[in-house]
Structure formats: structure tokens, C-alpha cells
């Protein structure tokens, strides 16, 4: 799959289930091994070989499976939202070392604040929020690590209309403050609603390139079935 994103662009892909398009993101975030192909940021080849590594590249991955990869169910807001920033929180050195409370707690503020996420507290469970909410907090946990490409895998996926459109919302936002967003999603009204253009996958190729303004959810589907 070859194609470019664009700094402030949000990139849709859409395709039927199978046709690659979870795989595209992983490969991107180095979550799963990448067979061939490079990676280009601001005109300089990166690997993005770890998630780890990805993350010190700028790039952050929102699951699909929210539940099984997105969330630590039995920990607090906090805790999922300061996790993917750790070493941020690290205070002293070696053995001394503590991590700052005071700075989670700001950081999570700043998370709910920005996020809307509607929750009693910090200290409650995030199992205990509703899906959309959750996925709030996962988005905020990314946004602290400061990420210039944004990687989302059926970021509504389960979450009642309200929340859709908060989320939709953010992801606007996020691409007009100059991120770069790409998109799964098997929702053809999402797609042509939030992206500017949508790739389409086809038995893990690309089967073509539309402009999200000038295109209809029968082009799509067209595309989609090319290779099948």
C-alpha cells in the first residue's frame, strides 16, 4: 500500500473487513513485523520497527479492540491516562527515583478538561465509564505523548451517537492544530464525513484514491470489491 498523508490532512480507509486495512496501521506502528515497504516522515526514512519506537517518531495507535488492547479495565482514569507517558512522571535519579503525583494529576485534569470525558473522578474506574468516554481517555493518553500522526482503528466503533460526534469533532480539531490523522472505518458516512481523502482497500492492495468531498459510497464500494 503506498500513499501520502498530509500535515493537518485526515486520511480515511475504507474497505471491506479483510481487505488490509488494520494491518496498514500496525505495519505503520511497527505492531506487527513489516514484510517490505518504507516509511518517510518530513522527507526523512524511518522504521518504526517497535511501538516504542513509533512513539519516539511521533506516532500514536488507537485499537479497534478497545477493550482488549485500549483500556487497563480494573485501573483508575488516571492510570490510563498517564501509562503510555510514564517517564515523563520520573522524578530523582536511580534508586531515588519516584514518580510525581502532582504531575499525573495535572495531566489527567488536563485530560478530562480537553477531552469532555464525563467521569466522577480520577480515581474511578474506567470499566465503569460508557464506551464513548473511554475512548476519550485513550485519545487524551496519546495526546500526552505530543504525537504529530494519529492512528485510528474504527475510532467509533460501539459508542453511542452523542459521543460519535464529540470524537469527530476532535479528530477536526486535532487535524486543523496540524496532525495528521489516518482513519479506519467501516462506517461509509464517517469516512465521507471527517476525511478529506480515503484510500480504499482491496485484498490488501489499494485499490484506489478518492476525494472525500467528490466521491459517493457506490465509488467506494466499487473500489472496494476490485480485487476480491
Not at 500500500?1 to 505495519?27: C, H, M, P, W, Y
Not at 513489516?34 to 500514536?60: C, D, V
Not at 495526546?143 to 469527530?168: C, F, M, N, Q, S
Not at 485484498?203 to 459517493?216: I, L, P, Y
Request: one cysteine or more; hydrophobic letters at 40%.
Amino acid at each position: 500500500a503506498t500513499f501520502q498523508l498530509k500535515k493537518g490532512e485526515v486520511l480515511g480507509i475504507a474497505g471491506l473487513d479483510g481487505s488490509g486495512r488494520t494491518e496498514v496501521l500496525e505495519n505503520l506502528f511497527g505492531a506487527m513485523t513489516r514484510q517490505g515497504g518504507t516509511i518517510t516522515l518530513h522527507g526523512k526514512q524511518i522504521q518504526n520497527r517497535t511501538p516504542r519506537e513509533s512513539i519516539k517518531n511521533g506516532f500514536a495507535l488507537l485499537t479497534e479492540e478497545r477493550r482488549a488492547t485500549g483500556i487497563f479495565g480494573i485501573r483508575d482514569i488516571k492510570e490510563n491516562t498517564v501509562i503510555s507517558n510514564i517517564k515523563n512522571y520520573l522524578v530523582g535519579f536511580g534508586r531515588l527515583a519516584y514518580l510525581s503525583d502532582k504531575k499525573m494529576k495535572e495531566d489527567t485534569d488536563w485530560a478530562i478538561q480537553a477531552m469532555h470525558i464525563k467521569t466522577p473522578s480520577q480515581r474511578t474506574q474506567i470499566r465503569s465509564l460508557s464506551g464513548g468516554n473511554q475512548q476519550k481517555v485513550i485519545i487524551g493518553r496519546w495526546l500526552l505523548t505530543k504525537p504529530e500522526i494519529l492512528l485510528l482503528d474504527e475510532p467509533t466503533r460501539g459508542i453511542d451517537v452523542g459521543a460519535k460526534y464529540e470524537i469527530y469533532q476532535l479528530i477536526i480539531d486535532l487535524a486543523n492544530e496540524g496532525k495528521g490523522v489516518i482513519m479506519v472505518s467501516s462506517e461509509m458516512p464517517e469516512l465521507l464525513g471527517v476525511c478529506d481523502r480515503i484510500i480504499v482497500m482491496s485484498g490488501g492492495q489499494v485499490a484506489g484514491e478518492v476525494d472525500a468531498k467528490n466521491t459517493s459510497q457506490e465509488e467506494i464500494l466499487t473500489l472496494a470489491a476490485k480485487y476480491v
